[in-house]
């Protein structure tokens, strides 16, 4: 694993800025002739290097090999429609990229429908000949669960047809038998919140976690043994998984590849940025993700060859 390339995109030396750095962590990345686009979910890129003026969506193109940034994107301000969502799907379809916000409803507290109402609700479609957004009929939401209003424990984590694991506490994880409700192990842990999504791979539980600590787990679905518990030195995080090897980032810039098989570090590099608490993708055996200077507002792509 190398770093093939890392170009700055917001802040000090740049053409734009960012306004509220943390909502810019959640892209999409797509790939397309040669191009890796990517399509930022909040709508808080501005004009200027400061982060001050009008607030815009942003969707930003750049050369696969090189790094060059070909051509940005801005949807309408910010002031006229929030974001384009938290959660969405993005694909192309012969010139355009077609952006389906998905709005979303969540399960309150009390059990009843609540909705994000801020949320964009249309599908926007990007064309990539003239730059153009359009916009189409509202799209149908999606409900999810979620912590508004809810009890923080106990908070599933994961369940399959044979194993449903849960927090019992911000210390005790515990799994049962889906069938017959027994308890088959408990663990102890970190004091912790889940982050981000959680994934089974070939018997094993991948997650990170968030405020107080950030770590990468990773924990034998069968016994609950804790087979990887690495520091990410920043709340929360993301990763990938991709040909047998775990990888993400952490609050110093460094980007680690850990070996589903020995749970040892084959591989790490260091970006310019904190790279934890920012998606990893692998497109076509290369890596990228988003590094962040919260404090200047800086921002980063970089990718990595693998």
């Known amino acids: 694993m190398r770093l093939k390339w890392e170009h700055q995109i917001s802040g000090e030396g740049t053409d734009f800025g960012v306004s509220g750095i943390g909502s810019v962590f959640y892209p999409h990345f797509l790939s397309h002739d040669d191009n890796i686009y990517i399509i930022h979910n909040a709508g808080n890129f501005t004009r200027e290097p400061d982060g001050k003026g009008a607030r815009y969506a942003m969707c930003s193109e750049f050369n696969q090999t090189n790094g060059f940034v070909n051509r940005y994107f801005f949807a309408i301000p910010q002031e006229n429609h929030p974001t384009f969502a938290a959660y969405w799907d993005c694909h192309f379809s012969d010139t355009c990229i077609m952006i389906d916000t998905k709005p979303y409803e969540y399960v309150d507290g009390s059990g009843q429908i609540a909705t994000a109402s801020s949320y964009y609700r249309k599908v926007l479609c990007l064309n990539l000949t003239n730059g153009d957004f359009n916009e189409y009929g509202e799209c149908n939401p999606i409900i999810i669960p979620s ?43 970190k004091l912790f919140e889940t982050g981000t999504r959680t994934q089974e791979v070939n018997g094993k ?25 690495h520091d990410m030195r920043l709340n929360g995080g993301h990763y990938t998984y991709h040909n047998g090897i775990i990888y993400f ?28 608490g920012l ?13 962040v200077n919260p404090k200047g507002g800086a921002m980063a792509i970089a990718c990595c060859e693998l």
């Not at 984590?157 to 049962?176: F, P």
């Not at 539980?205 to 518990?229: A, S, V």
């Not at 990893?280 to 590094?291: F, G, K, R, S």
Request: proline residues 4%; hydrophobic residues 30%.
């Open 249 to 276: 980032g952490n609050g110093k810039g460094h980007i680690t590849a850990v070996s589903d098989k020995t749970f040892t570090v084959t591989d790490t590099i260091k970006a310019t940025y904190p790279t934890a």
């Open 205 to 229: 539980l991948l997650f990170t976690t968030t405020k107080t600590n950030g770590l990468m787990y990773c924990i034998n679905l069968t016994n609950g043994e804790i087979l990887l518990m």
């Open 147 to 189: 912590s508004h209003n809810c009890p923080d424990f106990p908070r599933n984590l994961y369940s399959n047809e044979k194993y449903h694991v849960y927090m019992k506490s911000a210390q005790s994880m515990i799994c049962e038998d889906v069938t017959t409700g027994n308890l088959l192990w408990q663990q102890k842990t």
């Open 279 to 291: 998606p990893i993708n692998v497109i076509d055996n290369h890596l990228y993700t988003i590094t």
